[in-house]
């Protein structure tokens, strides 16, 4: 059985369109843990424009929801996250510019930094996670600055599923990088731009322990209702 993380930025999103407090963020990860959810991931933006600092203090002061906060290297985030303690982070690359995360981490570049940031969740007994693309060099980089757990960037299997192309050498290179990384002790996740098919066909790895989705619950969620569409993933993460 592999862990259903549900992503609930979209959720502030439609709040934040009449700027007052509904949909409450807080009674939605309720709902949603309720329906069967392992964790809740929200990604605190530098810009935040979908969830807020209010939110991330509201959510981590309730321990029975694990939070999974997504944030990028920006000393005041990571400062707050100390600060909160949710049970799990997972670094993130951020543009300003760009409509969601859309690419992984550069290992390379910002060994350094990411490394300091790294050991201070760890010190601080927060789980960590890097979110980098299907690639054995970042792999290896990822063992190197001892995080926990890498979450595999899938938006690119995602499109080609989505565009019903050829995606055979996508799933055998996230295969090939989930193996190799549980073989070096690495908690394996998957994210991003997942939705029904793809999220099958990863769920045959077995070294994958965690799927993170958002974008397609929720707005499948409009037409069947998140029970539903929660349940339907729940039958594929067995
Ligand atoms: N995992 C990570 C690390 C992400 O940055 C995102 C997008 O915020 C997701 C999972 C969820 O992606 P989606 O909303 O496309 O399902």
Redesign the pocket.
Known sequence: MKRL?I?I??VATIRNARGEGHPDILNVAKYVMKLGADSI?I?LREDRRHINDKDLITLSKFKKIPINL?LSTNKKITKLAIKCKPKFV?L?PEKRNEV??EGGLNLKKNSKKISNIIQLFNKNQIRTSL?INPSIEDIKLSKKIETKCI?I?T?KL?RLVRSKKNYNNELKKIRKCALYAKSLGIEV?A????DYKSTLLLSKINEISEF???????GESIFFGLKNVIKKFKKICK
Do not use: M
């Open positions: 993380g992503n930025d979209h991931t990604h997504e997972c993130v969601t995360t979110f979450e960037h938006g995602s996740h994210g991003h731009g997942l993170n989705i958002g974008h397609f619950i929720i």
